[in-house]
C-alpha cells in the first residue's frame, strides 16, 4: 500500500478521531497556532462520557472549549508549560494549573519523564513524500508523537511550512 492510500484510509472526522480518548488520558496538544481546534472541540462534546482527562499545552491563543464547558474541571483539566494571556484569565479562573520549566528542556522531559496517551497536532498537509510540517509546533512535537500511543493530526492548510 503507498503512504497515500494508507494516509486516505486513516481519515477520519474530529468526531471520529477524538474516540480513541478514554477515561484517565493523558491528551497533548499543540501550542500557539498549530492548535488542533477541531479535535479540540470534538473531544469538549465527549465530556459526558469520559472522566478525568489531562490536558496538556501551552501558549494557546483560543479558548479551550473543553475547559470552558467544564468550568468545575469534573472530566478536564488544564496543565500549562508556558501561560498566554488566555491561559493566566483561566488560571486566575482556577481552571489551569501552571507547571514552570525551561522551554529548552521541554523535549527532554517528554523523552525522560512524561507519559502522552494521546497527541493532538495541527499539521500542514502531506507533502508529495507523503510528510507533514509541525509548522510551529517544531519546538517540541517530535518528543511528545514519539512518546504518545495514539497521535492524532488535523491538518491545516494556513498553517506555514517551517523547515
Known amino acids: 500500500m503507498s503512504v497515500f492510500n494508507e494516509y486516505h484510509s486513516k481519515i477520519r472526522t ?3 478521531a477524538v474516540k480513541s ?12 497556532n498549530g492548535f488542533p481546534v477541531l479535535l479540540e472541540e470534538a473531544l469538549s462534546k465527549r465530556k459526558e462520557e469520559l472522566d478525568d482527562i489531562k490536558l496538556r499545552g501551552y501558549l494557546l491563543l483560543n479558548p479551550l472549549k473543553t475547559v470552558e464547558t467544564d468550568p468545575t474541571g469534573e472530566t478536564f483539566t488544564y496543565y500549562s508549560w ?7 484569565k483561566l488560571w486566575k479562573r482556577d481552571l489551569c494549573h501552571f507547571s514552570p520549566m525551561l522551554f529548552r528542556n521541554l523535549p527532554e522531559y517528554y523523552t525522560r519523564y512524561l507519559n502522552v496517551n494521546v497527541a493532538m497536532f495541527a499539521v500542514t ?3 508529495r513524500h507523503g510528510y507533514f510540517n509541525f509548522s510551529i509546533n517544531c519546538a517540541s512535537a517530535k518528543a511528545v508523537l514519539e512518546r504518545a500511543d495514539i497521535v492524532i493530526l488535523e491538518i491545516n492548510e ?3 511550512l517551517v523547515y
Open 21 to 32: 480518548v478514554k477515561t484517565g488520558d493523558w491528551v497533548d496538544l499543540g501550542f500557539c
Open 125 to 127: 498537509p502531506m507533502d
Open 158 to 160: 494556513n498553517l506555514p
Open 82 to 88: 508556558f501561560m498566554s494571556s488566555y491561559e493566566r
Open 14 to 16: 474530529p468526531d471520529e
